[in-house]
């Protein structure tokens, strides 16, 4: 049969759309193969190394325009440089545009649940609600990795269970959070397997603790807002290293992490800060954040009414703390200056040592 010239002309779309929804449908069979294989692949590969994940039920579909990845459960737990981690989420739905396959959403419902066994002779627990934890990641493929992760929680609410280790009674403190918002990065392709990194996040309406506690007193505490940005420079992001290891190279390069800017507006303080942090060669945290903080005489007040300090003790800190911060400009400032210290793990705000924090290596 032959086609007249018009013919072929009228059938050339047609043609055109046949061959390219046949080259599209090709594509995406053999992209969708090898995101099977390399899920498949990163499994082993993290079983191997003692980190068992489960993706229960494993549905993959999402023709033509997707890729996507349900299970009915997911699950990882193992153990990495001496801490035992068990995490346990809901359904779990990933997909990816088939355009831009390596721009992965992941959406985890709830109950999520967290237990870590560390060294630090507790067992710590965190339990939320129903509500999903949504999560986008960028991804490279030379080398494969995180380029660039967000996570975005809202809503949830939950319980915090520390059990002393053999054996001892535990203690649960419930908190909520209306919204949490994570942003991390890396500012430039690796050489050697060092990069800088950023970091952002941004809290609203958390609250933590019970309507009566030892810390708080009366009420919990409530952090109507924060948020932070920081810079990591000369992270190592190989594959494989113990925390331990990764820290230490850290410190050989001389990493430091630097704070731009740290706010925060809570029901007892509220105050802004910036600074560097490093390690020295025992992996103990150096360094100091300059800031203002206001509301620090009613802090001291909330503490000495719980019992956590005594009066004549709160009375020098207040003291101290407004000889040592800037005069008041006016009434309605009530700020004071305050610097927090690290010295050899020590932490220190102000004059006073608050913690010590054990050696990163």
């Known amino acids: 049969m032959k086609f007249s010239g018009t013919a072929r002309r009228m059938l050339l779309p047609l043609a055109l759309v046949i061959v390219i929804a046949t080259g599209w449908s090709l594509y995406w069979y053999i992209a969708s193969e090898k995101a099977k294989q390399s899920f ?12 068992d994940i489960v993706c229960a039920h494993p549905v993959w579909g999402g023709f033509p325009f997707r890729f996507e990845l349900t299970c009915d459960r997911l699950g990882a737990a193992g153990l990495r440089a001496g801490v035992q981690v068990d995490f346990a989420g809901g359904k779990t739905n990933a997909v990816a545009l088939a355009y831009n396959p390596f721009h992965l959403i992941v959406e985890i419902s709830g109950p999520v649940s967290l237990t870590v066994i560390g060294r630090t002779g507790y067992q710590t627990h965190i339990a939320s609600n129903g509500k999903p934890l949504r ?11 995180a380029d660039q992760v967000s996570v975005l929680a809202q809503n949830l609410s939950g319980t915090i269970t520390q059990t002393p280790i053999p054996g001892g009674a535990s203690e649960t403190v419930p908190f909520s959070v209306e919204r949490l918002n ?11 397997d060092i990069a800088p990194f950023d970091v952002a996040a941004d809290v609203s309406g958390f609250v933590y603790g019970p309507d009566a506690s030892k810390l708080f007193g009366t009420e919990p505490l409530r952090i109507e807002t924060a948020s932070m940005t920081a810079n990591i420079t000369s992270l190592p992001i190989a594959k494989g290293l113990t925390f331990a290891t990764r820290t230490r190279q850290w410190h050989d390069q001389k990493g430091v992490l630097s704070v731009k800017e740290f706010t925060f507006t809570s029901n007892f303080l509220t105050g802004a800060s910036s600074g560097d942090v490093n390690l020295d060669s025992k992996g103990l945290l150096n360094g100091r954040l300059e800031g203002s903080v206001s509301g620090f005489d009613a802090f001291l007040k909330r503490l000495e009414t719980a019992g956590v300090i005594k009066e004549n003790h709160a009375a020098i800190a207040d003291t101290l703390m ?7 400009q006016s009434p309605a400032d009530a700020s004071i200056n305050v610097r927090t210290t690290f010295k050899q793990g020590k932490v220190y705000i102000g004059p006073f040592k608050v913690v010590t924090v054990p050696p990163l290596f």
Do not use: W
């Open 322 to 328: 407004s000889v040592l911060g800037k005069p008041k």
């Open 135 to 145: 999560t986008s990641l960028k991804l490279k493929t030379q080398p494969t990795r």
């Open 182 to 192: 994570l942003h991390t990065r890396f500012t430039a392709p690796p050489i050697d």
């Open 40 to 51: 498949t692949d990163y499994l082993e590969k993290n079983r191997a190394t003692g980190v």
